[in-house]
Every structure is written in structure tokens, then in C-alpha cells.
């Protein structure tokens, strides 16, 4: 998916999401909670970011950011 037309609030260094991005970019503007669980270095924070980024520019909510400062082995 090319993002940049659509998601003009964030500015990625690439021009197309990932699998697991795809997936979640079909939630980045409805309004839902959402969890991801996906392993490391599948592009988490990029989903957070979008997410992030369109709820800032639409409205004034508060948003929950949710990672592990230490990872598990």
C-alpha cells in the first residue's frame, strides 16, 4: 500500500507498509482500540506512529503507547 496520499499526517522514509502494516492500516482511522502483537522488528511502531499521527491532527485525545523496555528471551 503507498501511504503517502492517504496517510498525509505521517512521513515514513519508504513508500509501501509491510505485511503486518497492511494488515493493521485498515483500522488507522476508525475509531477502535487496538492491540498488535508481533515479533520483533515487523514494524509496531510504525502502526503506532500512523495511528498516533491521524488521532493528533483529528482531535485531541489521548493516546497509550504500550512497549516493553526489556525484551523476553
Same mark, same amino acid.
Given at each position: 500500500?503507498?501511504?503517502?496520499s492517504?496517510?498525509?499526517?505521517?512521513?515514513?522514509?519508504?513508500?509501501?507498509?509491510?505485511? *503486518?502494516?497492511? =494488515? @493493521?492500516?485498515?483500522?488507522?482511522? &476508525?475509531q477502535?482500540?487496538?492491540?498488535?502483537?508481533?515479533?520483533?522488528?515487523s514494524?509496531?511502531? *510504525?502502526?503506532? =506512529? @500512523?495511528?498516533?499521527?491521524?488521532? &493528533?491532527?483529528?482531535?485531541?485525545?489521548?493516546?497509550?503507547?504500550?512497549?516493553?523496555?526489556?525484551?523476553i528471551?
Open positions: 500500500m503507498k501511504y503517502t492517504e496517510y498525509v499526517y505521517c512521513d515514513f522514509p519508504f513508500d509501501t507498509f509491510n505485511p *503486518v502494516q497492511e =494488515e @493493521a492500516s485498515k483500522y488507522f482511522t &476508525l477502535c482500540n487496538l492491540l498488535v502483537s508481533s515479533t520483533t522488528a514494524g509496531k511502531t *510504525v502502526i503506532h =506512529e @500512523a495511528i498516533a499521527g491521524y488521532e &493528533l491532527t483529528m482531535s485531541s485525545k489521548k493516546i497509550v503507547y504500550v512497549c516493553p523496555m526489556k525484551a528471551a
